[in-house]
């Protein structure tokens, strides 16, 4: 069984520019979810699907972050126009409905973001 | 707010070395904690969930243990390839399930 993958694993941008980071959940999970490890600091979590649905996105920094899951299955994460402190490794992590929120999640490797 | 506080930051063993991981939370009533492994260029892996205080959970050389304010994770006779950076989690009862983690503790296990 593929686990969870994100794309890419590393990215390095200007200040002011584009990057979208991509999520592959474990097929089937209905749950998935986008972190963020800031360095020197703790995972925090950014937002939550159900399916295509934003269930909680109120961990998202702020506006120049938009969060997609078209038809349920793969999620991007678009950040624009990048800036410094959006350095960090966004992590995704998927489950099952139903399963103990969270708890029962699996990891993508995560994308290294590096703003400059 | 819920806070969580590992210790210690770093460790590192001899093989064969055995030794306790801290984690202590603050929390408005305790749902769940939780331990992960993450290993370098990859995401946490789930270990272990903790519900109750003196609840006991063991896998191979590890034992997670809790009481009302922190969580252990002994590790007994550590190998190299336990070395690894160990996440510990609470999440709150009630509101919202978003996990809080502690930083984590970076543990080196020499041959």
């Known amino acids: 069984e593929a686990g969870v993958t994100q794309f890419p694993s590393h990215s390095v941008i200007e200040k002011g520019q584009t990057v979208t980071l991509r999520c592959d959940p474990i097929s089937g999970h209905d749950n998935l979810y986008w972190y963020r490890r800031v360095m020197g600091k703790e995972i925090k979590f950014l937002l939550h699907?159900?399916?295509?649905?934003?269930?909680?996105e109120s961990g998202m920094p702020n506006n120049r972050f938009l969060a997609e899951r078209t038809g349920g299955t793969y999620s991007t994460l678009k950040v624009q126009p990048a800036e410094l402190e959006d350095s960090g490794v966004y992590f995704c992590a998927s489950s099952q409905l139903g399963g103990v929120a969270n708890t029962e999640a699996f990891f993508g490797q995560g994308t290294r973001l590096t703003v400059v | 707010e819920d806070q969580v506080t590992q210790s210690p930051e770093a460790l590192r063993l001899q093989e064969g070395e055995s030794s306790s991981l801290n984690c202590s939370y603050t929390v408005s009533g305790l749902r769940g904690l939780f331990w992960y492994r993450q290993d370098p260029g990859k995401g946490p892996e789930f270990l272990f969930t903790?519900?109750?205080a003196g609840e006991e959970k063991e896998k191979e050389r590890l034992k997670a243990t809790l009481t009302k304010k922190e969580s252990f994770l002994h590790i007994t006779a550590p190998k190299p390839e336990d070395s690894a950076t160990y996440l510990c989690?609470?999440?709150?009862?009630?509101?919202?399930?978003?996990?809080?983690f502690g930083r984590g503790t970076s543990l080196i296990v020499h041959p």
């Open positions: 989690a609470v999440q709150a009862r009630g509101g919202s399930y978003i996990p809080t």
């Open positions: 903790l519900y109750s």
């Open positions: 699907f159900v399916k295509e649905s934003k269930q909680d």
